[in-house]
């Protein structure tokens, strides 16, 4: 098996190097550096340098190129498996563990690929992106079947569908989430951002596969419009007995260990997936009974009346949605702590301030991920859309997160959001180690 490198900066001596073609032009020197390295061949679309010609192969379409070898080098290992894809701004990661719980308990053999983390079998892996670059994805499909996995449950990023990452994977079946504002920072503006999520469904991709839809909102139910010619199937609220419980919510009488309408929107993509696969419903009340998803509305206190939530959300949706869950079950006060990550979309900030201000009693705006950004001018951006005077700003989260925790009363909620998962902050250029529900637990 060839090493087949498309990232200048791993490339080792033999290995194959794909120049894939950059917005600034900067694949020639990339190609330079990987022979640097010891590349044995660059594939490019440009001509080659006269002292490089014996190492260089000229081709049309260096992309279409890549997935040729890929698909030969791996042993096309996607045709051995049944993949099962979820795209949105919000759920996949909630929906992608949902459909991964239900095989498993239907007795299939799964790996997973999500923003959390990767799982083959039960052996897991750390993830680096939502969604893999093209040839980590081709390695880590051949790893799954080697493993004896029949099934491939992903979660697939509009950057994924926009760069052609995913390209050649024959999808069983795709869901649609959702599309709110989010990395307009990437695609501009929402029509660009909603045209790279089409990409999944109206490309190759989903072959003869079937697409599920949650139609209850615009975007979705636009989507399932301009699908006439693909295999489709819409999903409505209305389609289902839904409630919300003490312990979850609850959906035709089956019982799910996560919170809030935004999943039951979820849920509901799930059991109508299953019913389509023919599991049956025991398999769903087992698997969605105890479901549950780090950092995803996750209770990590819960003493005397007091609730401390931690969840991922970092879009003006998201963060609508996880309040309006929280304020269901809250009987005090809801407090927040939040703040927005640097070098990312600045056009949700303001957005985000008026949502928290309209629905949290007491906020904390606090840093996210500031990046190489000045904390202090995200927070501005954020107060931009605020207008009481019911906030604090306290840049330092580990201090917010402290502050908040000392005025929770009994029965009041407090929510800590957009950073879920994950176990660091990145201040500068420097990733260094930090995590919410640690910081709750030790504040408690």
């Not at 090493?3 to 950059?22: H, M, Q, T, W, Y």
């Not at 045709?79 to 909630?94: I, W």
């Not at 969604?131 to 994924?160: Q, R, W």
């Not at 994977?169 to 045209?195: R, V």
């Amino acid at each position: 098996m060839k090493r087949l490198k498309d990232n200048s900066k791993s490339v080792e001596a033999g290995d194959i190097f794909f120049a894939i073609p950059c917005a600034d032009g900067s694949e020639k020197a990339h190609a330079l550096e990987a022979l640097e390295k010891g590349a044995s061949s660059i594939v490019s679309s440009l001509p080659a340098p006269k002292e490089f010609e014996d190492k260089w192969a000229q081709v049309n379409d260096v992309i279409f190129t890549r997935y040729l070898f890929a698909k030969e080098n791996f042993n096309n290992p996607f045709s051995k498996l049944n993949c099962h894809a979820v795209t949105g701004s919000n759920g996949k990661t909630s929906c992608a563990f949902m459909m991964n719980s239900v095989l498993r308990e239907a007795g299939k053999k799964t790996a997973l690929l999500s923003t959390i983390y990767n799982l083959i079998d039960t052996k897991k892996e750390e993830a680096h992106l939502t969604t893999p670059g093209f040839l980590e994805l081709y390695e880590f499909a051949a790893k799954a079947v080697e493993a004896g996995c029949t099934e491939l449950v992903m979660e697939v990023s509009s950057h994924a569908l926009a760069q052609g990452r995913v390209m050649g994977i024959p999808y069983k079946t795709a869901l649609f989430t959702n599309l709110s504002h989010d990395h307009l920072d990437y695609h501009g503006q929402m029509e660009n951002y909603y045209q790279a999520k089409k990409l999944l469904f109206i490309s190759e991709l989903l072959g003869k596969g079937i697409g599920f839809i949650n139609i209850d909102n615009s975007y979705g139910n636009r989507l399932y419009g301009e699908l006439f010619f693909r295999e489709r199937i819409g999903i409505s609220k209305k389609q289902f007995k839904c409630e919300n419980t003490e312990t979850g919510i609850r959906i035709d009488n089956i019982n799910v260990s996560l919170f809030g309408e935004h999943n039951i929107e979820n849920a509901m993509l799930i059991i109508e997936w299953a019913r389509e696969l023919g599991l049956a419903e025991t398999v769903l009340t087992e698997a969605l009974g105890k479901i549950s998803v780090p950092g995803r509305f996750e209770v990590v206190y819960n003493k005397d009346g007091k609730r401390a939530i931690v969840d991922y959300a970092h879009t003006p949706d998201a963060l609508e949605r996880t309040l309006a869950a929280a304020r269901k079950i809250c009987k005090g006060n809801l407090l927040l702590v939040f703040g927005c990550g640097g070098d990312r979309d600045k056009t949700k900030r303001p957005e985000m301030g008026a949502i928290a201000e309209k629905m949290a009693d007491k906020i904390w705006l606090s840093s996210d991920n500031p990046r190489t950004e000045n904390p202090a001018q995200i927070l501005s951006d954020v107060e931009a859309g605020m207008s009481s005077a019911k906030y604090k700003k306290q840049i330092d989260r580990k201090k917010a997160i402290k502050a908040a925790a000392s005025e929770l009363q009994s029965n009041d909620i407090l929510v800590v959001a957009g950073k879920g998962h994950e176990t660091y902050q990145i201040i500068g250029k420097e990733k260094i180690h930090f995590s919410d529900k640690e910081e709750l637990m030790e504040a408690f």
